[in-house]
């Protein structure tokens, strides 16, 4: 596994244990969600500051975006689907 796939397996892992939306990490991140839906699906490099900005918001340290999985540890599961319903006026 390399870099990359490290940030996004630890990112998701992280984010779906502590039940937060991509939404709310990039909110806590102060970074735009797309982005962080990017870095998942390892789309994108984040430079240090980004992964910085992210550990920080997950409460954890830098290097746990790094750490290898056990390799009994399935892959990280998305959170359940869904969008905030619709307000009607």
């Given amino acids: 596994m390399d870099s990359r796939e490290l940030v996004a397996w630890n990112m998701r892992r992280l984010r779906v244990g502590q039940t937060l939306s ?8 102060e970074v735009d969600r797309t982005y962080v839906s990017r870095l998942e699906r390892m ?4 430079s240090i500051g980004i992964l910085d900005k992210i550990a920080t918001a ?4 830098i290097a746990e975006l790094f750490a290898p ?17 619709k307000v009607v006026e």
């Fill in 43 to 46: 789309m994108e490099n984040p």
């Fill in 69 to 85: 999985p056990s390799a009994e540890e399935p892959k990280p599961k998305p959170l359940k689907a869904g969008r905030r319903p």
């Fill in 58 to 61: 997950l409460g954890v340290s």
């Fill in 22 to 29: 991509q939404e709310r990490l990039a909110e806590l991140a």
